[in-house]
């Protein structure tokens, strides 16, 4: 079975940085390299937010929220998506999902807080 498991979220101070990691299991390096991976977030009383998307040939779409802030990146051979998230600022507070339709893994708690 496909799964993709989250870490790195924790409590930050604003302006500080995380880097989020959604590692793959349950398929081979091959059939991950053609997946396009998404990293949604997902605050309390707010609806689902797509972040991130890297295609599977590498290339990259984020969300205008995260722009200039936010980076996401893959390695095949590890089966992992991270994203890079610098000058956090309270709004990203969230917890931070990674997959693909329909396998979404349990989720990371991002707190940015003073």
């Not at 991130?52 to 929220?65: E, Y």
Request: with cysteine; aromatic share 10%.
């Amino acid at each position: 079975q496909v799964q993709f498991v989250e870490s790195g979220g924790g409590l930050v101070q604003p302006g500080g940085s995380l880097r989020l990691s959604c590692a793959a299991s349950g398929l081979t390096e091959l059939t991950f390299s053609y997946y396009d991976i998404r990293w949604y977030r997902q605050a309390p009383g707010k609806e689902r937010e797509l972040v991130a998307t890297i295609t599977h040939t590498g290339g990259t779409n984020l969300a205008d929220s995260v722009k200039g802030r936010f980076t996401i990146s893959r390695d095949n051979a590890r089966k992992t998506v991270a994203l890079q998230m610098n000058n956090l600022k309270v709004e990203d507070t969230a917890v931070y999902y990674c997959g693909i339709h329909p396998y979404w893994g349990q989720g990371t708690q991002v707190t940015v807080s003073s």
